[in-house]
């Protein structure tokens, strides 16, 4: 069969659209701030992203030979990849449950959107701040509030000695400060 007619790969779309597990039952929570990014992310590839590919590949085809034709060939890839990120973000989207986490200003318990400085039994101090899936970055101290180190920590207070189960053994942790942003 010609390559013309084959997909690079069947399975290539449905591996793009798993989507991170959320516990049973779980909602998919997002700070506000993090549900703005998503949509602009959203916004600026159907709005200016794919209308730029999607010229790219009518110059291109119009040029002739489409199975040698790089700029085809790359744009129809690209554009590909664009539909892929604009099915995701629109199912993310859809199912994102907004938590403004500015609401618990000035409380000393812990909820999402909390950063929070703790001190572990190896006398490490580290500060996390609990957001949601699909904006947390770890290099920026940001987990997810499903990570184990989330799931530990939510609803202690401030002083509370907490177990964090890690593969390796079982650390104690104890919550130094807790702060929101303001609202």
């Known amino acids: 069969m010609n390559k013309a007619f084959t997909k690079e790969s069947d399975q290539e779309d449905d591996d793009e659209l798993q989507l991170p597990a959320l516990p049973t039952g ?46 085809y060939i790359y744009g129809k890839k690209r554009l590909r990849e664009i539909d892929r990120r604009i099915r995701f973000l629109t199912k993310r989207l859809e ?8 609401v618990h200003y000035g409380n000393d318990q812990i909820y999402f959107g909390a950063t929070v400085t703790y001190i572990d039994d190896t006398d490490l101090e580290r500060t996390v701040r609990i957001i949601g899936i699909d904006e947390a970055d770890s290099s920026k101290g ?24 890690m593969p390796e053994r079982v ?13």
Do not use: C
């Not at 709005?47 to 199975?67: L, T, Y």
């Not at 994102?96 to 500015?102: G, L, Q, V």
């Not at 940001?142 to 189960?165: F, H, M, N, Q, Y």
């Open 142 to 165: 940001e987990v997810s509030w499903i990570s184990p180190i989330a799931r530990t920590l939510l609803k202690a207070r401030v002083g509370d000695e907490l177990k964090l189960v």
């Open 26 to 71: 779980g909602k998919n929570y997002i700070t506000p701030q993090g549900y703005a990014a998503l949509r602009a992310e959203f916004v600026d590839l159907m709005d200016n992203e794919r209308p730029k590919i999607v010229e790219a590949v009518h110059w291109a085809a119009s040029n002739g030979d489409r199975s040698e034709n790089g700029d």
């Open 95 to 102: 199912i994102a449950e907004i938590a403004d986490p500015s």
């Open 171 to 183: 650390a104690t942790i104890e919550v130094l400060a807790v702060n929101y942003p303001a609202p």
